[in-house]
Structure formats: C-alpha cells, structure tokens
C-alpha cells in the first residue's frame, strides 16, 4: 500500500507541477462541457412558414393567428410574385400552410376543412417534429372552436409530463454531457503519462525497481482517479446552474457509479498507455475510440435501442452508456437502485476488464526486462 501511495504522489507531483496539464484536467472540461450542454439542443424554434390563404376569413386569419403566435413556428410574408415552394426550395421557407377557399363556409356548415402543410424533409428529424407540431397546434385550434360552439369532443386525452414537466431538452443533455466530458480527459491523461514512461524509457527504472506491475497500475489509476474526482466536482458547479439539475431521489446509484466510472475510464487509458508506448498514438487511440463511442453508443444523442442491431453490441462496452443511465436517473428520473442495479455491476466489470489487460501487458514487460 506505501508503494502505490507513494506512486500516486509521484504522479500528482508530476501532473501540478506542469500548469498546461493542469488546466487540461481541470478548465478544458467545463469548456466542452458547457459548449455541449449549450449547442445541442432537441427543440425546434423558429420556424419559418408562409402561408398561403385562399379563404381570407376571419376564421383562416384565426388559424394564422395560432401558427405565429406558436414558438415553433414563425409566419413569414410570401414575396411578391414568388410561389410558396419556391421559397421553401430557395430555404427562406422551412413549410407552407395551404388554407383552401371555403375554409370558413366548410367549418360552419359542419364539414371537414381542410388545411395543407408541405414541410422540408431534407432533414428528417426537424421535419417529424414539425409535423407532430402541426398536429397538436392543429388538434388545439379545433378543440377551441368545440367549446365556442359549446360541442365537446367524444375523446379527450389529458397529457401529463413525468419527470422533465416542462419537456426540457437541458435535462437530456445535461447529464449525457457530464458523462461524455469525464469519458476523455480522465483517460486522455493516464495514457498519456504511461506512454510517455514508455516513450521516453523511463519505465526501464520501474521494471528494475521492487514494485510490482499491480503496485505501479493501481499508483496511476489513484492518482488520475483523484484528478478525475477535481473534475468531476467542478463539472457539476457548473451543471446543477446550466442545465437545471437537481438529485432526484437516491443519490447512492450514482456516487457509486460515479467511483467506478473513474475507475473505469482511467485504467482505459493506462490500458491504452501500456500497449502503445507513442503520445501522438496514445491520443488517437483515447479520442478515436472513448470519445467517439461514448458520443455515438452511449445512448447520449438518441437511444441506444435505436442503434442498427449489427453495431449495437459495441455498445455494452462502452462505460458512458451506464453512466449515462445513472447520471439520467439520479438527476432527472429518481428510480434508484430498482432501476439502475445493473448499471454500476457492469462499470465493475468493465473497469477489471481493462485493469488486467493493463496488468498483463505490464507484467510480460516486466518480465522480458
């Protein structure tokens, strides 16, 4: 236990006494965590729609009146001269309202009236959304004239919120972001001071030494796991404020989890360290494969289940995914231990799994020295 103290001292002394590392650990990731918690968004605002009214009712103007004051949609004048497709194909147009004549007379003689929306489909998720807006504005406007006409509907859906009342995409992302952030700079820094040793041999001192290749690991692991810890509790100054977070039920799941995230994540990247002994290489390898899975198959941007079956798989080892679950649960959800048990299991299985690839790689080192 002194060796590997007195290992992860080294390493700390190492790390602060270098300020460019420093603020690597501790000021990069609130950058990227608030560029990410700021950026990405699931809300689709703004839209720009013209409208094009045969009807000119006052019952047409009503329905106009509904769209802009909508904070999906914004209503914008048709060019003289110009057809509504055309602006839509020029992108000064995202959709267009197509009010029919008669759109009035229809209603009030107890007929179906007709309205037509053509929305830009280039992106499909922008478009979807639009759709099921249009939808409920559309569903909004008809059931008020139900009750102006004293008629009630023979269904009514009463719609609740659980959870995220308000619908928030902040609360999405805001979790998901914490554990992307912790997913790279923990990692980036143990594979970078273990394939420096390599690099610059000074390992060779380490395998000649008596401390043994679990004493020398662990000493790593404990010091970045300390540095990982910093990290951790300025990330979350900085989100309880910007994406509205507060603990949601039993905390325990994710502090656990959250220990076993670290432990996770930094023996990655002294896994990473002890097989590539190349800083430029090293760096590569945490980015091209941390980053990016835990951006991509962590269930951050959209589930996980959405995930085509054939790469799904890769999912199950990535550590973001299970932090994710626990950091979304603790935050937002609040189903504690019920819910997530598996979720900190699979963060210990995970982590072992790259300490003893770790270990094995450094003992055979060990022993051919």
């Given at each position: ?8 001292r080294?390493?700390l ?28 968004s699931?809300?689709v605002?703004g839209?720009a729609v013209?409208v094009?009214?045969?009807d000119?009712?006052?019952l ?10 909508s ?9 003289p ?6 602006m ?6 995202r959709?267009?309202?197509v009010?029919?004549e008669n ?14 929306w ?18 409920a ?45 912790l997913?790279?700079?923990?990692p ?6 273990m ?6 041999k ?6 000649v030494?008596?401390i043994?290749?679990?004493e ?10 300390i ?13 309880i ?15 656990v ?9 930094v ?19 945490v ?19 959405n995930?085509p ?6 999912s199950?080892?990535v ?19 019920p ?31």
């Open positions: 236990m002194k060796r590997i103290i007195a290992q992860a080294k390493e002394t190492q790390v602060f006494r270098d300020k460019l590392t420093v603020a690597l650990a501790l000021v990069l990731p609130l950058i990227l965590l608030a560029l990410l918690g700021t950026a990405l699931f809300s605002k839209v013209v094009q009214d045969y000119r009712s006052p047409s103007r009503q329905y106009i009146d509904l769209l802009g004051a904070l999906t949609f914004r209503v914008v004048p048709a060019e001269g110009k057809r509504p497709e055309e839509m194909s020029s992108e000064q147009a959709a267009v309202v009010i029919p759109f009035e007379r229809d209603y009030l003689r107890g007929q179906s009236a007709e309205v037509q053509l929305l830009d489909a280039v992106d499909a998720n922008t478009a979807n959304s639009m759709r099921g807006q249009a939808a504005l559309t569903n909004a406007f008809a059931a008020q004239l139900n009750v102006a006409a004293d008629t009630k509907p023979a269904i009514k859906a009463e719609t609740r919120m659980w959870y995220n009342p308000g619908a928030s995409s902040r609360k999405f992302i805001g979790p998901g972001a914490f554990a992307v952030v997913a790279l700079f923990p980036l820094l143990a594979a970078l001071a394939s420096r040793e390599g690099e610059q000074t390992i060779l001192q380490v395998y030494s008596s043994s290749a679990h020398f690991l662990l000493g790593k692991i404990a010091a970045y796991f540095i990982a810890a910093a990290e951790w509790v300025l990330a979350l100054l900085v989100s404020p910007l994406f509205d977070l507060k603990i949601a039920g039993d905390p325990t799941p994710l502090l989890g959250t220990a076993l995230y670290f432990f996770c994540n023996s990655f990247g002294v896994m990473v360290g002890v097989s590539i002994p190349n800083q430029a290489a090293a760096i590569q390898a980015a091209g494969v941390q980053f990016l899975l835990s951006f991509l198959l962590s269930g951050f941007i959209f589930p996980v289940s995930i079956a054939g790469i799904r798989w890769i199950a080892f550590p973001a995914r299970y932090f994710i679950e626990l950091a979304r649960d603790g935050f937002v959800r609040g189903g504690g231990w819910a997530v048990w598996h979720a900190p299991l699979m963060l210990a299985l995970v982590g072992t799994f790259f300490f003893l690839k770790a270990w094995r790689k450094m003992r055979h080192m060990q022993v051919e020295a």
